[in-house]
């Protein structure tokens, strides 16, 4: 059975900084690709940052220079550090494993979410 549990998040403040790991079981993690997406009140899910099982990373425009994403195969775990948070990263965070990324087999999975707020 595929786990995918995402923990940090919480309340930040403007110009803070918070840190999100979420650890997936049940695939094969160092071959799978990663990614975080967030989803505000009323808009749409969208991917935030990602990293393939070779490391290489892509980020949402809004979020270069201030976010960086990681991932550690020994356990398991990818993680989203944040900085500079501004009121806008306000938003429900997922994280998602791709298992078999780039083949017929790719498959999606997803975390339950977790709270991030900022305020001013």
């Known amino acids: 059975q595929v786990q995918v549990v995402e923990s940090g998040g919480g309340l930040g403040h403007l110009g803070g900084s918070l840190n999100l790991s979420c650890e997936a079981s049940g695939i094969i993690f160092r071959s799978s690709s990663m990614a975080w997406h967030r989803q505000a009140p009323g808009k749409q899910r969208e991917l935030v940052a990602g990293?393939?099982?070779?490391?290489?990373?892509n980020y949402l425009d809004s979020v270069k220079g201030r976010f960086t994403i990681s991932r550690d195969n020994a356990k398991n775990t990818v993680y989203l550090q944040m900085n500079s948070l501004k009121p806008e990263d306000t938003a429900v965070y997922y994280c998602n494993a791709r298992s078999h990324p780039g083949t017929m087999l790719a498959r999606d999975y997803w975390g339950q979410g977790t709270q991030v707020t900022v305020s001013s």
């Open positions: 990293i393939s099982s070779g490391g290489s990373t």
